[in-house]
């Protein structure tokens, strides 16, 4: 499957940005989907999950303020960021787990099967 994120872009501290990944098959409707993000030189960080049945988990640096959501019809999930700060900076990507159970959630970059090309979210203070 092809993932395309989008969204991404400069925004002052104390907006919002909302982050779409469109995924090429119908087969994304079996999938548990993921958001990382990556700053220069540093491993991809998990930010939120969402299962096939539309469970969510997310890291505690963005609990209440980032809301995962996703749309099987249109094959897109969503990632909807409040109260952005600075260090919110980062490349976000979007990830495909083909193999997961819908019943636990994955947090390490390596679980996850398909990948986005990333998408940049600057935060100015």
């Known amino acids: 499957v092809q993932l395309q994120a989008s969204g991404g872009g400069l925004v002052q501290a104390g907006g919002s940005l909302r982050l779409s990944c469109a995924a090429s098959e119908r087969a994304f409707m079996s999938y548990d989907m993921g958001w990382f993000r990556q700053a220069p030189g540093k491993e991809r960080e998990f930010v939120a999950a969402?299962?096939?049945?539309?469970?969510?988990y997310y890291a505690d640096s963005v609990k209440g303020r980032f809301t995962i959501s996703r749309d099987n019809a249109k094959k897109k999930v969503y990632l909807q960021m409040n109260s952005l700060n600075p260090e919110d900076t980062f490349v976000y990507f979007c990830a495909a787990d083909k193999g997961g159970s819908g019943n636990a959630f994955k947090v390490q970059s390596y679980e996850y099967d398909y990948w986005g090309q990333g998408t940049q979210v600057t935060v100015s203070s």
């Open positions: 969402i299962s096939r049945w539309s469970g969510t």
